[in-house]
């Protein structure tokens, strides 16, 4: 029997959806009647909107969708303008400030604060600039990742960008991909670094080269089933299939086509690739991709690059990110940005764009890492470039625990977190640069904090992994983490090991001083973090190291989903301004 979301999306789906906002963003937000809520706010997931959480009714989350993170600085600036104009809320963020836009894990960018009286005039500021929200959230294709430098990349097998913009102009708003089980994502790598990350997506066309008819031929090997979401994380596996680049719109078709058909609809835990993928086996995933989708004969698998990948990979020898000053094909630079946490304030996002735009660069890009790449930097400009205010903030050359450090939504908006996350993992990571040595050697450590399950946040591929929980100390219920240590992708991907439970938030510092003291002097020569712990067995990992109090003080450590908004001054339910109409004012209620 479908489930309820499967008779909601029946019923109104897809790009019908914008009428039906464009009618409630007319009327108000109190003219969706409250017994059908649920069912509207899945529906406008697909516009990429979502409904904030408990003590925020009336305010909701907007995606934009930026393919594999690549704007121009003209967009940019618009997002900027739209997040200091609509993306205010009632109460300041202590490190943020009144109006940011969040880069994702994914390349998108969200706001906060979204009233649905605004989505109209967000619509026509952000289309004007050539963006859309259209399929950012929701059961359909997602945006698509992989490196934003493509074809700027002085070291990469295949340019890319013109194939992610083909699969976005032919599956964004395409009737027969607009309702798929669940949410749909690809990643498209054409680099020799990973950038591309497609062993955690449901479709990942990984650079690969094969020899057809006497000729080295430069495409890709396609993998399908990755994914963290959960506690049910699976890497994406081979179909045995090489792909040119003239063949990966159909291949793509054919994939997405197959889980719409024959996804779960019954289930919608079970309504991922991953699951049909477990089910059936690659072999049987190939034979019906061959026979019911594909018109012509599939080559078997080419020759990877995964050897070479460094992207998130752990090494010592490679940097794991795009952070730095990088060389471009034509001999210009690309630069990228360490953006904490990946929030950047309004104001600085346009500054940025500004910046960009004085020094003639066509490409702002986003990556998974949540930082933000400027590219066509000429050289003769480079050292004028660096030296820019804006960039004492957002770094080129950032601390180690600075630079890697990425964090979710958490409790702050999102109605599935546990614990507060993005502004403790800025205190974290301040306190860690402050306090903590680094281990000889190591440029770029990566700590993920995720708010729960749900791996928004990517916590399984971490030199250090944290997963929102509770527990009680000191007989009062506080905020904690379940610790991992040694995930990470590259040429041996690998989830982390979850060595740790339910450690109170404001020892989790003190952790990892701890682990990082002993790795120091344990580990074999220039032995990198991930390899120090793939060298250990899991029992020995557990209890590796203890947590402890240190002098690192958390205000977040009490229960902050039982807020209406974690740093409001009076933070309990019944302060709540929401729900509110257009201009702030609060909308009558029956309780």
């Not at 009336?58 to 594999?68: A, D, E, K, L, Q």
């Not at 104009?85 to 202590?94: H, I, K, Q, R």
């Not at 205010?389 to 702050?412: K, Q, W």
């Not at 992708?489 to 690998?494: C, I, M, T, V």
């Amino acid at each position: 029997m479908p489930t309820k979301v499967e008779r909601w999306k029946d019923e109104t789906y897809g790009m019908e959806i914008r009428d039906h906002l464009e009618r409630f963003a007319e009327e108000g937000f109190d003219a969706i009647p409250e017994d059908e809520r649920d069912a509207w706010f899945e529906r406008f997931k697909w516009w990429g909107l979502y409904h904030q959480r408990k003590g925020q009714e009336s305010y909701f989350m907007m995606r934009i969708g930026t393919p594999m993170g690549r704007m121009t600085p003209a967009q940019l600036r618009t997002v900027g303008e739209v997040a200091r104009e609509y993306a205010t809320g009632p109460v300041d963020n202590p490190e943020f400030g009144d109006a940011y836009a969040d880069f994702t894990t994914r390349q998108s960018i969200q706001l906060h604060w979204i009233k649905i009286e605004d989505i109209p005039d967000i619509f026509d500021e952000l289309e004007s600039a050539g963006l859309s929200t259209i399929q950012a959230c929701g059961d359909s294709w997602r945006n698509i990742v992989g490196s934003p430098v493509a074809g700027r990349d002085a070291d990469e097998l295949v340019d890319v960008w013109p194939i992610v913009e083909e699969l976005h102009d032919r599956f964004k708003g395409n009737d027969l991909y607009t309702n798929l089980p669940r949410k749909w994502k690809v990643a498209v790598t054409g680099d020799r670094r990973g950038a591309g990350q497609g062993d955690i997506n449901d479709l990942a066309f990984e650079p690969a080269v094969k020899e057809i008819d006497g000729e080295d031929v430069a495409g890709f090997n396609v993998n399908v089933g990755g994914g963290l979401a959960r506690k049910e994380p699976r890497l994406a596996r081979s179909i045995d299939v090489f792909c040119r680049p003239e063949n990966a719109a159909e291949v793509a078709a054919g994939l997405s086509g197959l889980f719409r058909d024959y996804g779960d609809r019954e289930d919608r835990f079970n309504a991922r690739m991953k699951f049909l993928v477990d089910e059936w086996g690659t072999e049987k995933i190939r034979s019906v991709l061959q026979e019911e989708y594909i018109d012509y004969e599939l080559p078997t698998a080419g020759q990877g690059l995964r050897e070479e990948y460094d992207y998130n990979a752990g090494r010592s020898d490679a940097p794991g990110d795009y952070v730095g000053v990088h060389d471009q094909a034509d001999g210009r630079n690309f630069v990228g940005l360490s953006v904490l946490v990946g929030r950047m304030a309004a104001a600085d996002v346009i500054e940025l764009a500004d910046l960009a735009e004085e020094y003639d660069s066509e490409m702002i890009g986003l990556t998974q890492r949540q930082n933000v790449i400027v590219g066509d930097i000429a050289d003769d400009d480079l050292d004028d470039f660096l030296a820019e205010s804006v960039l004492e903030n957002y770094s080129p050359d950032p601390h180690p625990f600075m630079r890697g450090s990425i964090a979710c939504t958490g409790t702050e908006y999102c109605s599935l977190s546990i614990v507060e996350t993005k502004n403790r993992m800025v205190r974290y990571a301040r306190w860690l640069k402050e306090n903590v040595p680094v281990p000889e050697g190591v440029s770029d450590f990566h700590i993920h904090l995720s708010g729960c399950t749900a791996s928004c946040a990517q916590p399984q591929i971490a030199d250090i992994s944290l997963r929102g929980m509770k527990t009680r100390k000191d007989g009062e219920a506080v905020e904690a983490f379940d610790v991992g240590l040694g995930g990470g992708l590259g040429e041996n991907p690998q989830f982390a090991d979850w060595v740790e439970m339910r450690v109170p938030a404001d020892e989790i510092p003190g952790y990892i001083a701890n682990l990082l003291e002993i790795y120091e002097a344990e580990r074999d020569g220039q032995e990198s973090f991930r390899e120090f712990v793939a060298d250990r067995e899991e029992d020995e990992l557990t209890g590796l190291a203890e947590p402890e109090e240190t002098s690192y003080e958390d205000p977040y450590l009490g229960n902050t989903k039982m807020t209406w908004y974690p740093y409001a001054e009076d933070e309990e339910m019944s302060a709540s301004p929401a729900p509110t109409n257009a201009s702030g004012e609060p909308i009558p209620t029956d309780d």
